[in-house]
């Protein structure tokens, strides 16, 4: 499904945006933001909690056959993506807690996501050949800390170095699904066509359901609207094309083709369902940004 | 008419370490300050602008020389600006300000600083009235250009960014970001009068034969026109020599003493086209051949927040809003400064909570001083080797003469208050072209303050208020700084201003204006502080009214204009009638 070309540049692409997730803060910082960790933590527990019951459940009522689950489930157990960022700036939303949120879940990652996908895979009753080998996500994701810590020394001793390397790690977010978009689409567009409602649905569905709940649960945890809009989509957005470098890295090439499917169709879409709800975000904070002035003026 | 003061109390207070006769200053002109310091520092790093993300550029003092030698040759050979012609400098702070300022002085041109975020009438005024021949302005308000060059005698334009003079990569990266990011780079409009980027005019300047004629800028030479809008009317321009500047700058040398040195590093977060930032950061600490770190913004003051973590701040010149939004930031309080040594307050009260916070996040002193616009600015300072005196801007500097005087210009009884007097040789020579002003102002060579002081047995000073600010309640006098002092131990209150309004029982009635902390739980209602007032303040200074707002309005450099606030206060009752 990826050419063996593709996947040795995803990997490279996948550590530069690492290395700018990193370099996109000090490790001061990262010492500051817990010594008032409420916000990280709620957005840990959507991301961590909420996502991958989501994916178990839309598997479930779905009935989706084994090798897509364990696409589903990947996705759903991921860590937020970099583009999540981008979206939180232009929702209006908590830029700090958007960078921070795709960090930390980054890094709880290497320990969560094969403990969750152990979990959910034998509740789903994935067989042994086409679950993921728990230490092989482990293995990549441990890769991947070393340029995050990279970046986030270099955004502390030369400030100009690392902020440029933050703005290439942003870039390559980008690239990498239009390079997605352009290599795989065209040779695929059949499969694309054939591909099922079901599979869809589970795609667009994990994305807007892990929006909605992550909005709900942090609203419901006391964060308020503006914080809340950001969990929200950082939780929907995920690292897609670390799952599909996972896969890539995990399986042989024949058997690759239905794990893919999700991760790929996912990270495709994801930009659309962002997209939108970006824009319906927006609005809101306008809104509200415009009740709090009227009230303001009604108070003096 | 007021009499030089035989005795000087104050003196006791200058101990081993002030000198209770200012030195003379080495140089005649900044001009020839400028080159000799540039010189002997050449491969020192001078000044180092940082913008919010880290993002930075630094130029030493030999390339701050060297390129402010060709300003000078542009402005006097392609601009034909000669000796005492004006140049508006409408900058952030950032590497071109000391550029194109010094360049200025070296032409012999004066210095007319103009804040960036003046409106277009508020250009134009200042322009005309200082006959402003060349206009220095940030790229990002080209905006302006076309509506107010047309109506001025501006004969140049030249565009200077905040990036400038930063590495080429950086460079980009925040001006690509202020292009499609922030998008607050306008487009460059089309004039009759030629518009360059300094870059092109440095190129010019350098291709020009230097200006050489230095030695004839003398200390009584015009350096620059610094406007102030004073609390009423139009803005007038404050008429600095050179001698008022060097003057001043041997003040707060002699002031700092040992405390002040070459190793030195001090954070410029205060605008530079404001007085007190430029003479104390850009003149004073660049003589010493320390190194200043440049903030184009401190608002929102976590901009400051990468220029505190990566560079070593030893000084730290502030305001009172600044302070207090420093350490209501969890990055500062977490981990202030390491190797500060203090800093140094003015521009408005330094509230005691506020001092006494700073001490305690810090672990350094806040030295507050006091001055104004017509005196260059310093007019007195805390000695920093004396136990720290709550709420006092300290004593005379070396060479100044104050005076305290009643409604009568009689001098007040020891103790009590009076409306403070200035001499010395950083005052100015008069406002520019305003002689009625002037006369108001500067009397046989004493400024009038308006502000309200009163000096202890040892030449203390402490700022009452300002006279025109005082509130009259039943023939009681009320200063609003006393009240938003007591307002500002509330750990509910962020920041506080007070006033007064018309009443019909008491003529006038005081009323206070609050802003909720955000760092903390609860929120501040009407009741908690008109108790808290009662608790600290006698019945009659405690506000009858208090209105809970989202912000205060305030100057460029963070002072709370209560001014504004009258003025809303003025309409309201106007509608009333």
Not at chain 1, 167 to 175: P, R, T
Not at chain 2, 483 to 505: F, N, Q, R, Y
Request: proline share 7%; glycine share 10%; aromatic share 8%.
């Amino acid at each position: 499904m990826l050419t063996e070309l593709e996947t040795t540049l995803l990997g490279v692409m996948m550590m530069v945006i690492m290395l700018g997730m990193g370099a996109s803060m000090t490790p001061r910082d990262f010492r500051i933001a817990f010594r008032k960790p409420k916000g990280i933590l709620v957005g840990l527990l959507s991301q961590f909690a909420v996502m991958p019951f989501l994916g178990f459940m839309l598997a479930v009522l779905l009935g989706l056959p084994p090798a897509l689950v364990v696409g589903l489930l990947l996705i759903a157990c991921m860590p937020g993506g970099t583009t999540s960022n981008i979206f939180a700036y232009f929702s209006k939303g908590v830029l700090a807690l958007s960078i921070m949120m795709t960090t930390v879940s980054t890094l709880v990652a290497v320990v969560m996501v094969p403990l969750l996908l152990s979990f959910y895979g034998g509740l789903a009753g994935v067989p042994a050949e086409s679950s993921i080998p728990p230490g092989n996500v482990a293995q990549v994701l441990v890769v991947l800390l070393i340029p995050t810590i990279i970046g986030m020394v270099l955004r502390k001793l030369n400030p100009n170095i690392g902020a440029t390397v933050e703005l290439i790690g942003s870039f390559m977010g980008v690239v990498v699904i239009l390079f997605l978009i352009v290599t795989w689409v065209p040779r695929n567009y059949q499969l694309l066509l054939d591909t099922g409602p079901s599979i869809y649905a589970a795609t667009i569905g994990i994305g807007l359901s892990g929006m909605l709940f992550g909005y709900w649960v942090a609203r419901g945890l006391g964060q308020d609207t503006n914080r809340s809009r950001t969990i929200s989509l950082e939780t929907g957005i995920q690292n897609g094309p670390l799952a599909v470098l996972v896969i890539t890295l995990s399986f042989a090439p024949a058997l690759q083709e239905d794990l893919l499917l999700i991760p790929v169709l996912y990270s495709l879409f994801i930009v659309l369902t962002s997209t939108a709800v970006t824009l319906w975000y927006r609005r809101n904070a306008t809104r509200e940004a415009l009740a709090r002035d009227a009230a303001k003026l009604g108070t003096t | 008419m007021v009499k030089d003061s035989g005795n000087k109390p104050w003196f006791a207070a200058y101990g081993n370490e002030i000198p209770t006769r200012l030195p003379d200053p080495a140089h005649r002109s900044l001009a020839a300050l400028i080159a000799r310091t540039c010189e002997k520092h050449a491969t020192s790093r001078a000044f180092t602008c940082v913008v919010p993300n880290g993002m930075n550029g630094t130029l030493t003092f030999g390339q701050v020389g060297e390129m402010s030698d060709a300003f000078a040759a542009y402005l006097r050979h392609h601009c034909g600006v000669g000796p005492g012609a004006r140049v508006a400098v409408q900058l952030p702070n950032g590497l071109a300000y000391p550029v194109v300022a010094f360049g200025v002085f070296k032409s012999g041109g004066v210095l007319v600083n103009t804040n960036p975020l003046y409106t277009r009438p508020e250009m134009i005024h200042q322009f005309n009235d200082s006959g402003a021949e060349v206009l220095v302005i940030s790229d990002m308000f080209a905006d302006k250009l076309a509506d107010v060059v047309p109506r001025t005698g501006i004969r140049h334009v030249v565009l200077a960014g905040i990036p400038e003079f930063f590495p080429r990569i950086p460079e980009t990266v925040v001006r690509g970001v202020q292009k499609l990011w922030t998008r607050s780079l306008p487009p460059i409009p089309k004039l009759d009068v030629p518009v360059q980027r300094i870059r092109q005019v440095l190129k010019i300047g350098r291709g020009l034969p230097r200006v050489t004629d230095r030695d004839a800028i003398g200390p009584d030479d015009l350096a620059l026109l610094q406007y102030t809008g004073g609390t009423t009317g139009v803005a007038k321009g404050a008429m600095l020599t050179h001698g008022n500047i060097l003057a001043n700058l041997e003040q707060v040398k002699a002031m700092g003493g040992r405390h002040m040195t070459g190793q030195d590093c001090v954070l410029t977060a205060l605008p530079l086209y404001h007085i007190f930032a430029f003479t104390a950061n850009l003149m004073t600490f660049f003589d010493l051949g320390a190194r200043n770190i440049l903030v184009p913004s401190p608002r929102p003051v976590q901009n400051i927040q990468r220029a505190l973590e990566n560079y070593p701040v030893t000084w730290v010149t502030g305001v009172n809003t600044l302070f207090n939004g420093l350490m209501n930031e969890e990055w500062f309080a977490a981990y202030p400064p390491k190797h500060l040594k203090a800093a140094i307050a003015g521009g408005t009260a330094l509230h005691g909570a506020v001092a006494e916070r700073w001490q305690e996040v810090t672990g350094t002193r806040v030295a507050e001083g006091y001055g104004l616009t017509e005196t260059a600015p310093l007019v007195s300072f805390n000695p920093l080797d004396q136990p720290v005196r709550a709420g006092s801007i300290g004593v005379p500097v070396p060479g100044t003469d104050v005076a305290l005087v009643d409604d009568n210009a009689d001098p007040v009884d020891p103790g009590k208050p009076g409306e403070l007097l200035v001499k010395g040789p950083q005052v100015m020579r008069g406002y520019w072209n305003r002689p009625d002003e002037t006369a108001k102002t500067l009397q046989n060579g004493w400024v009038f303050t308006g502000d309200v002081a009163v000096m202890d047995a040892d030449g203390f000073l402490t700022i009452v208020d300002r006279k025109k600010d005082m509130v009259l309640v039943s023939g009681f006098n009320v200063y609003p700084n006393e009240v938003e002092d007591c307002l500002s131990l509330m750990h509910t209150v962020l920041e506080a201003a007070v006033i007064g309004v018309p009443d019909k029982g008491t003529g006038e009635a005081v009323r206070a204006y609050v802003v909720q902390n955000p760092d903390v739980e609860g929120t501040v209602t009407r009741e908690d502080v008109i108790a808290h007032c009662r608790q600290h303040l006698a019945p009659y200074k405690v506000p009858k009214s208090v209105i809970i707002r989202d912000e205060l309005p305030k100057s460029p450099i963070g002072k709370i204009l209560r001014k504004d606030l009258k003025a809303e206060v003025r309409a309201e009752f106007a509608e009333k009638v």
